[in-house]
């Protein structure tokens, strides 16, 4: 078993890295921040409905891999976590804007 440097680990994983995760495309006008936040939400309730559906088939017996419910349950869990960090520090970021203001 060879052990990999770094840079041999990222040539590995691919340009878009482990999860996919692709880099975003530079702004090209007004609005596309909510369109981006709007993208990422569809996103998260893809994940949270793929599974649900999954869910429903590991437990009816329809699934083959429970693998597969098991991973897309953690990867709707993590996107969900990540989705309420974003939405507090967009919280206290307001806030302390306001507190600015006053």
Request: net charge negative; glycine share 10%.
């Amino acid at each position: 078993m060879s052990i990999l440097p770094v840079g041999g680990v990222m040539d590995a994983i691919g340009a878009q890295g482990a999860l996919g995760v692709q880099a975003a495309p530079p702004a090209t006008g007004a609005g596309t921040f909510s369109l981006d936040v709007g993208g990422a939400i569809d996103n998260l309730q893809g994940m949270q409905a793929t599974s649900d559906a999954l869910a429903v088939r590991a437990v009816t017996g329809d699934l083959d891999d429970v693998h597969d419910y098991t991973i897309a349950s953690s990867q709707a869990a993590v996107a969900l976590e990540l989705t309420a960090a974003i939405r507090n520090k967009a919280v206290d970021a307001f806030t302390e804007i306001m507190r600015m203001q006053a």
